[in-house]
């Protein structure tokens, strides 16, 4: 990826617009004046109030600008950092490739002395998974120096969640732990009547996140990194395995109808109404049933284990995060605020407010039983974001759209794995020309 400074020739241009020191064409500042962009639709006026309180406190004032949907918001910190007229505080809201391409620019600071200090005492009030999304360690694939350059706001999981009222009509006393007894599950619910699974696998990233879920617990992480280093391949059995989940829940009956091309907000609406009994959704979703179903009862389990033997691994970290402009003439002032932000109080209002799990592991005392439920399995997450290194995007999608493949009946596990191999074979010969 090219990288996003511009030469001082388009300065000279947008000198009038500038708000960092970088640039030409400098105006008088208002040091005393924090600039805040975001796209959280949700937190907006929670985090007015907080600024507010802070101005009250301390006499600085934050200046919270809103920019959505999220697209819009890429495209104008994207833009920003082209002008050179990127806020104080903004977050950045793409891959781990570009997040270290503005690093390197020189657009985020680092802030892992302040994290470090007074023997790591802000570090520690975070849960250490949601800081490894915005950490990035020595030697890594990106050559960036290794250090901890964002401030995560909340945290999120993407779990199984079942509806208590409808597995009790079933006589499912308990929810099931490993993949068999999920299937008899099924079973039972299907003789009452009552729908499985519901999730939103017309979006990829969807089936994305369920398929490493089941990966990582099949055959272990380093088997699947060696798969995306090339030294496996995905016709070995273990991936046979993986992909014949999909097939095992078609042949089950265990699926809503039309999970494959349903969008997440209306699988949503599908458990919310309790036309599912199962989902398979993010921690952001206790804010939506409310929503949608305010009197809801519904618990949060592990998506329930194929192999005994290695544990399940499910997407999860860092939901939100700032970061610091590194060329902002406030920057001490920023990160002073971040600090305060993700504090516990801040934190237990903010989880209090919009319902998302805080990332200060010291505010869970403090909010809701369902949303505590998602925190326990902390110790569970992974991302993409912070594994050794991703599969090559064409093969993905190539991986993902199989599944598809699969849940529509149209190919078998056998057949998808050989497709993919031969896309995965494509590639690595493309890379060594």
Known sequence: MKKILIGLGLCAAVGVFLLTSSGCGKRQEDLNTITVWHWMTDRNKALEELASKYEQQTGIKIKIDLFAPSESYTQKVVSSAQ???????????????????????GFIAD?????????????????????????????????VKAGIYG???????????????????????????????????????????????????????????????????????????????????????DWIKVLDVFKQLVDNGALIEGVVTK???????DFALERAAFAFNGSWCVNVYNDMNPNLEYGVMLPPLANSNLPMKIWGG???????????????????????????????????ATKNLPANREALAEIPEVLSAFASSMDQVTHPTVWSLNENPVVSEAFLKG?????????????????????KQEQLAKKKK
Do not use: C
């Open 403 to 423: 599944i598809q493949s699969i849940l529509i009946g149209e190919k078998t596990p056998q057949q998808i794995a050989q497709n993919v191999q031969q896309v």
């Open 111 to 143: 802030i892992t002395a302040d994290f470090k200090a007074n023997n790591n005492e802000w570090e520690n009030q975070f849960f250490p998974k949601a800081l490894d999304v915005n950490r990035f360690t020595e030697g890594n694939v990106y050559g």
């Open 318 to 352: 860092a939901g939100s995060s700032f970061v610091v402009n590194n060329t902002s003439p406030r920057k001490d002032k920023a990160i002073a605020f971040l600090k305060w932000l993700s504090a516990k109080d801040q934190q237990a209002y903010l989880a209090k």
């Open 263 to 269: 969008p997440n907000k209306y699988a949503e609406q």
């Open 151 to 237: 401030v995560p706001l909340d945290v999120t999981t993407i779990e199984m969640l079942y509806n208590v009222k409808l597995l009790k009509k079933a006589g499912i006393k308990a929810p099931p732990q490993n993949f068999s007894e999920f299937l008899e599950a099924i079973h039972a619910l299907k003789r009452v009547g009552v729908s499985g699974l519901v999730s939103g696998w017309g979006e990829l990233w969807m089936i994305d996140s369920f398929a490493s879920n089941y990966a990582f617990n099949i055959m272990g992480e380093e088997k699947v990194m060696a798969t995306y280093r090339g030294e496996v391949p995905y016709t070995d059995p």
């Open 83 to 105: 002008s050179k007229v990127l806020p104080d505080i903004y977050g950045i809201l793409d891959k781990k490739e570009v997040f270290a391409a503005f690093i390197k620019s």
